[in-house]
């Protein structure tokens, strides 16, 4: 989705990439809801460095839409700095931020679905895409052999362009919707 595209939505979610965008769209579809239906627009800023500049154009300060975002805890000083910048708020803590629709992934959202599938569960998710024999090369790597399972499975997803894109959206097919990842869902609630 283009920030175009957002002229009219009555809410704008804003990601960072778009495997979250994907992520998104398929939880909802699978919670049946039509999110264009109601006035609900995703936008994939192409990396969280962009939000104040979205924030500016879609905030209070912009063209005043609803605003609701998803981002990684690594990134929540320039989320906040960016939104209080916006105008939407002071000294913004991340209940703060919660309560006003921007939610935090612990790492990223791919390590919010790899722990709510587990890693058996990706494997499988992985293996359908005809990409095990790759997850299994990729493992035996000196650098990644002694690592965490769900620290290997995480980086094995940004190895490839593309594959978090191609993933992410059966991921979340494969979660059992009582398991959704909090932010997720929680952004998906707050819409």
Excluded at 122 to 136: N, T
Excluded at 137 to 166: N, V, Y
Aim: charged share 25%; with cysteine; glycine share 10%.
């Amino acid at each position: 989705m283009e920030i175009a595209d957002t002229i009219g939505a009555g809410t704008v979610v804003l990601v960072e990439g778009v495997s979250d965008w994907r992520a998104l769209e398929a939880l909802a579809q699978r919670r049946g809801r039509d999110l264009a239906a109601e006035g609900v627009s995703i936008v994939a800023m192409g990396g969280a460095t962009n939000v104040g500049s979205f924030l500016n154009r879609l905030g209070p300060r912009g063209l005043g839409v609803k605003l609701a975002g998803l981002y990684d805890a690594a990134e929540e000083s320039d989320f906040r700095r960016a939104m209080e910048r916006a105008g939407m708020g002071a000294g913004l803590t991340r209940a703060e931020m919660e309560r006003i629709g921007f939610f935090a992934c612990v790492a990223d959202l791919e390590d919010e679905l790899i722990r709510s599938l587990g890693a058996a569960a990706v494997e499988q998710v992985i293996e359908a895409q005809g990409e095990l024999q790759q997850l299994r090369t990729f493992q035996r790597q000196p650098q990644w052999r002694a690592r965490a399972e769900q620290d290997q499975l995480r980086r094995f997803l940004g190895t490839h362009s593309g594959r978090k894109i191609d993933l992410s959206a059966l991921l979340v097919d494969a979660l059992d919707l009582s398991r959704v990842p909090r932010p997720l869902d929680a952004v998906l609630s707050y819409v």
